[in-house]
């Protein structure tokens, strides 16, 4: 096995400042909080936000046909796979694993944001978001967060509002 030559340090980036980056250069007017909690879980994230469940957005990870797809989920939603098969056109959708989406993203499942990726996956968003004015997601990491509006969601991903809800 060969090893792997390290990066120079300059294009290092942790995944905080990557999320950073991305909404400075998108003109995000709003700042990235920090909890000393963690923000793994939906209940998680509510409890350090102080909002409700709902109003917690989870970035899920999805392969379509062996291609990155995001889906953001109003927290205590889950997703319908067969519905995102459906809507594109997909034979195979799968979640991914999560050694893929550190692997091929940089943040760890628990942490993974809406915005910052290495190029710009499809995003699909969970029609319940719009419900509200804002919402909460994670901005790299398990302890990072950041208040956003679902239609700046849409801007920021190139994002398209779904029914991508299961249905209980």
């Known amino acids: 096995m060969r090893e792997r030559t390290p990066l120079p340090e300059q294009t290092v980036m942790n995944p905080v400042e990557k999320v950073r980056a991305f909404l400075e250069e ?5 700042e990235i909080h920090f909890s000393e909690e963690t923000i793994r879980t939906v209940d998680d994230a509510s409890r350090s936000v102080g909002a409700p469940p709902e109003e917690i957005l ?31 056109g997909a034979r195979k959708v799968s979640m991914a694993r999560p050694e893929w989406v550190l692997e091929y993203s940089g943040f760890e499942v628990g942490g993974v944001p809406p915005v910052g990726f290495p190029s710009r996956p ?7 978001l719009f419900r509200f004015e804002l ?6 990491t398990d302890h990072a967060f950041f208040p956003v509006s679902p239609r700046m969601l849409e801007v920021y991903t190139g994002g398209v509002e779904a029914d991508i809800k299961k249905e209980s």
Do not use: F, H, Q
């Open 26 to 30: 998108a003109g995000y007017e709003g």
């Open 58 to 88: 989870k970035t899920l990870v999805l392969l379509a046909d062996g291609r990155p797809v995001i889906a953001l989920m109003s927290g205590p939603n889950r997703i319908d796979l067969k519905k995102v098969k459906a809507l594109l």
């Open 122 to 128: 499809c995003a699909l968003i969970d029609r319940d």
């Open 135 to 140: 919402v909460w997601a994670a901005a790299g």
